[in-house]
Nanobody, 124 residues
């Protein structure tokens, strides 16, 4: 099993920044990539971006390209989501998820492990 714990959410004004963290524990060696997703009230879960534990490849949703950056610290088994130039439409619960293959795709069912989520609220 793999456990994922998100942190860093909160309330921020439009144009501001937040950095989310996702700490992984357990059988992390069984996973190859981590993704960030978000879900706003009444909406489906939406892909934000993904990164592998090795290499430099990342994948981002068009809606966050140029504003959000995913990075990792392998020594800490932690993945980060740096969110800049936040907009009210970025308001959602943000989840990290881990997958056991090398793909960086946007489909939630392809991710086997999920954190509990952290709330991000952007005020206008």
């Amino acid at each position: 099993q793999v456990q994922l714990v998100e942190s860093g959410g909160g309330l921020v004004q439009a144009g501001g920044s937040l950095r989310l963290s996702c700490a992984a524990s357990g059988r992390t060696f069984s996973t190859y990539g981590l993704g960030w997703f978000r879900q706003a009230p009444g909406k489906e879960r939406e892909f934000v971006g993904a990164i592998r534990w090795s290499g430099s490849n990342t994948n981002y949703a068009d809606s966050v390209k140029g504003r959000f950056t995913i990075s990792r610290d392998n020594a800490k088994a932690t993945v980060y989501l740096q969110m800049n130039s936040l907009k009210p439409e970025d308001t959602a619960v943000y989840f990290c998820a881990a997958r056991t293959d090398y793909r960086l795709g946007p489909n939630p069912p392809e991710y086997e492990y999920w954190g509990q989520g952290t709330q991000v609220t952007v005020s206008s």
